[in-house]
């Protein structure tokens, strides 16, 4: 028994490992766009290789109740969601029930239509990767609420647009960012599977990733952890999108959304690590120097390749990154409309200088963000 004593003495002996750190230009930072009212409430997290965490609350969930941030907050995550969706299309191609390269149209209900050109059709890599030659939104979205602009946007408004549309280039082409193609993949991988869209993602992605508190529709506990969206000094409504959520329907938390990071880095183990390894690989060019693969946008620096993506709704602000080869991935959730992205690849890798503080914008300048998000 002398050496498991011996051991035991070595191990305590050895320097605890240190959790991740968060720069104090970047405490700043937030602290300061709390402290402007250009976000009401902002949490942050960093996981490194080995598993260790380190997270950072400011701000208040809402403005009655003041209660503080915490890590089972819940937020919109915006397009982060279009990770999730491109998962889901991973899973599903692992499975074998769809491909890459399958026509999105063998999947959608008879009689819709989906446009082409030059013979070639829009294929469900073409969604993924932001490469169908479909825009960024239909032509016919026309909110009855803009504070809550995909609510009254139905399928029947969708196979109208995708009936009349002709696409500007061929298939794969060009990268153009799109809600759209986002939105039309997830109804072709429901309309496949003969499920609705949120049972179906939380029980292929979501519940074998170990993320109870990511989702859709929100319980009762969820909502009364709720960060309530904040734009322009004022608390505003949620986003829904029942008929195109692959673009950004999810809500989650910072626990969640970290070990999600993790999982992505391989700080957490997991069976699906080549799932993780594969959606990351380069499937097409993307704006300037910047690829896509499945859902994640890659852009090289020196010696390190960033996987990323952001998301904004109309209150809310989310980035994930992750940056493997050098053993940090990191998540910003805010109650915000300002932009954090520059803010987010300086916790990613301290390497990127921090910006400058955040200075508070006019109310136009709000409102037009706002708009064209």
């Known amino acids: 028994m002398m050496w498991k004593v011996m051991v035991s003495a070595l191990l305590l002996a050895l320097p605890a490992q240190a959790a991740p750190e968060i720069s104090a230009e970047a405490d700043q930072w937030l602290k300061t766009l709390v402290e402007k009212r250009l976000a009401q409430a902002v949490a942050v997290g960093v996981i490194d290789a080995q598993g260790e965490t380190t997270l950072r609350f ?3 969930r809402d403005a009655a ?11 919109e995550i915006g397009s982060v969601s279009k990770v999730f969706n491109a998962a889901l ?3 599903r191609v692992q499975q074998g029930f769809v491909k890459l390269d399958d026509p999105v149209l063998t999947h959608l209900p008879k009689p819709v239509t989906v446009p082409g050109r030059s013979g070639q059709a829009i294929t469900l890599q073409h969604l993924v990767t932001h490469t169908s030659g479909l825009p960024r939104l239909p032509g016919n979205l026309k909110p009855k609420d803009m504070a809550n602009p995909y609510a009254d946007y139905t399928r029947d408004n969708l196979w109208a647009f995708l009936k009349t549309y002709s696409l500007p280039r061929d298939p794969g082409a060009k990268y153009e960012y799109s809600n759209l193609g986002s939105g039309l993949l997830s109804q072709a ?3 496949q599977a003969k499920m609705a869209y949120e049972p179906l993602l939380q029980r292929e992605v979501l519940k074998p990733w170990g993320m109870p508190d990511t989702g859709i529709a929100l319980r009762a506990d ?3 952890r709720l960060a309530k969206g904040f734009n322009g000094q004022h608390e505003v409504a949620n986003w829904d999108f029942p008929t195109l959520p692959g673009a950004g329907a999810l809500r989650s938390t910072l626990t969640d959304m970290v070990r999600f990071a993790g999982l992505q880095l391989g700080a957490i183990s997991h069976p699906d690590q080549l799932l993780f390894e594969q959606m990351a690989q380069p499937l097409a060019h993307a704006d300037g120097n910047m ?3 499945m859902g994640w946008h890659l852009f090289s620096r020196k010696d390190k390749t960033y996987v990323w993506h952001n998301g904004g709704t109309g209150g809310y602000r989310s980035f994930v990154g992750v940056d493997r080869q050098g053993g940090r991935a990191m998540v910003i959730l805010a109650s915000t409309n300002t ?3 520059a803010l987010a690849l300086h916790v990613l890798d301290p390497a990127f200088p921090a910006p400058a503080l955040p200075k508070r914008a006019s109310r136009l300048q709000q409102m037009l963000k706002t708009v064209l998000e």
């Open 339 to 341: 932009d954090l992205d």
């Open 89 to 91: 299309l991973a899973r």
């Open 291 to 293: 690829k896509i693969g």
């Open 58 to 60: 400011y701000g208040q």
């Open 65 to 75: 109740s003041k209660a503080p941030v915490q890590a089972n907050t819940v937020f």
């Open 189 to 191: 991988l429901t309309h």
């Open 222 to 224: 969820q909502l009364a």
